[in-house]
T-cell receptor, first 113, second 114 residues
């Protein structure tokens, strides 16, 4: 099992460009999440999907959109990148009944110039 | 609403010394509590978790944590630090309700001095 995979690993964008971060999990989990990690701020939830077909805003959703394509895949889109979106982005999934344990991907390091 | 406070963004210990990373939480319902570890340029991985039952929880790599309801704490300890323990550690809380939303602390970077 690959667990949670993310592509790309690194990306540099210019202000105003768009891109989509891809995430897939092979653990048959129901819930998936997108976080951003910034120094001194821990992980902040951008969007989550409690189950296939549903998505909801997290703590910092402005400037992002998501798509839960199917049970395996959850993508994050930046429509018009801004320097404030320079960060490391992590996808996670969970689904073991009553566990609440999340499994993380390796991250995407995004720089917006 | 749930929240997590980690005391100390950076902690340094000598190799072989006790590791103590502090975490306090707030939650309006019985919490699930977690410690995650992040090695450089990697994602987070679960170190240990408390859901119900025994309040002293043992995790991987010799770490353990004790849930103290009266103190709303879940501090992480390891009797003897190893160089490979150098990493960033995150405490997290989730309420025991239906939806699996987890709130993370801001992290503590552990430095191990040889």
């Amino acid at each position: 099992n690959a667990g949670v995979t993310q592509t790309p690993k690194f990306q540099v964008l210019k202000t105003g460009q768009s891109m989509t971060l891809q995430c897939a999990q092979d653990m048959n989990h129901n819930s998936m999440y997108w976080y951003r990690q910034d120094p001194g701020m821990g992980l902040r939830l951008i969007y989550y999907s409690a189950s296939e077909g549903t998505t909801d805003k997290g703590e910092v959703p402005n400037g992002y959109n998501v798509s839960r394509l199917n049970k395996r895949e959850f993508s994050l889109r930046l429509e018009s990148a801004a320097p404030s979106q320079t960060s490391v982005y992590f996808c996670a999934s969970s689904g073991l009944q009553g566990s609440h344990e999340q499994y993380f991907g390796p991250g995407t390091r995004l720089t917006v110039t | 609403a749930q929240s997590v406070t980690q005391l100390g963004s950076h902690v340094s210990v000598s190799e072989g010394a006790l590791v103590l990373l502090r975490c306090n939480y707030s939650s309006s319902v019985p919490p699930y509590l977690f410690w995650y570890v992040q090695y450089p340029n990697q994602g987070l991985q679960l170190l240990l978790k408390y859901t119900t039952g025994a309040t002293l929880v043992k995790g991987i790599n010799g770490f353990e944590a004790e849930f103290k309801k009266s103190e709303t704490s879940f501090h992480l300890t390891k009797p003897s630090a190893h160089m490979s323990d150098a990493a960033e550690y995150f405490c997290a809380v989730s309420d025991s309700g239906g939806y699996q939303k987890v709130t993370f602390g801001t992290g503590t970077k552990l430095q191990v001095i040889p």
